[in-house]
């Protein structure tokens, strides 16, 4: 089964009672429109990306947890191994995903993404409410994790001069050139010497993603084709897994993240960097 899924798969699907729904929506994008703020999908659970599943002991923001911490906090939230997650945000697409790739890398296999998110939901009519649910909190067990799925900062620098991957940086064109300043306080301006540019919101349409075809066809453009290696990066991978997972609907399917991103990459000057 492919990763997106419509609202009406949700509460038509015969296990619909067991699926766990997350509200995996940041709080500085949360949609203050009078029509959608302080609604959440009925039964939805609240994913913490800002604190709770980004590893305390970085001083990057939304880093990938540690093994260690990993089962507590699944558990936590009433996912098991077998679980079926459904992720959602509140902007139709932006920091679903981030989740949705967390999760897959935490060995939850069952794992989809509401494709427009709270607006398509809000579209089709569906139940909504104005708190969250409470979690059944589960025993912890253990989950496979996947830690290949990421990408340090050192890997990228060797990638530099002896390349394995094509890296893809999702951060709008005007900061990839270093034309326009990063919102974080302390980066240099640019990119990765090596990296293309394909701006996360290039793969969407208007809060969906736009069909496998066209966004094969922005892959093949880059000179990308469904073989080749790709590792994704951005401000601080939030943005990087928009990118990634349409990738994954194009067909690609050697696909990592390089956690530390731009936040990492920037504030190191010893580290190079290529501007325009």
């Known amino acids: 089964m492919e990763a997106l899924v419509s609202p009406h ?39 913490d990306l800002d604190s709770t599943f980004s590893e305390p002991e970085s001083d990057l923001p ?34 679903a995903p981030r989740v949705w790739w967390m999760l897959k890398a935490m060995g939850i296999e069952k794992t989809y993404i509401l ?15 104005e708190s969250y649910a409470r979690p059944k909190v589960n025993r912890v067990c253990d989950f ?7 990408v340090d900062k050192s890997t990228v620098l060797k990638n530099i001069t002896t390349p394995h991957f094509m890296l893809i940086d999702a951060r709008p064109s005007e900061r990839f050139s270093g034309r326009q300043a990063e919102p974080r306080a302390g980066l240099r301006c640019g990119h990765i010497p090596g990296s293309i540019n394909i701006p996360f919101s290039e793969v969407l349409n208007n809060g969906h993603y736009k069909s496998p075809e066209s966004l094969a066809e922005i892959f093949n453009r880059n000179g990308l084709n469904d073989n080749d290696e790709l590792v994704f ?44």
């Open 115 to 129: 494709d427009g998110g709270l607006p398509a939901w809000l579209d089709a009519g569906l139940g909504i409410s």
């Open 233 to 276: 990066s951005c401000g601080s991978g939030v943005t990087a897994c928009i990118v990634l997972l349409a990738a994954y609907l194009a067909g690609f399917k050697k696909l990592r993240i390089y956690d530390g991103s731009w936040a990492e990459w920037g504030a190191d000057e010893s580290l190079p960097l290529d501007l325009e």
């Open 9 to 47: 798969w949700v509460v038509n699907n015969p296990d619909s009672d067991s699926i766990i729904i997350l509200d995996a929506t940041l709080n500085k994008t949360a949609n203050k429109t009078s029509e959608i703020k302080g609604l959440v999908i009925q039964g939805a659970i609240y994913f």
């Open 62 to 95: 939304h880093t990938f947890p540690s093994a260690l911490s990993i089962p507590s906090l699944l558990s936590g939230i009433g996912i098991r191994p077998d679980s079926t997650v459904v992720v959602y945000d509140q902007q139709g697409i932006y920091s």
């Open 144 to 150: 496979d994790i996947k830690p290949e799925q990421i």
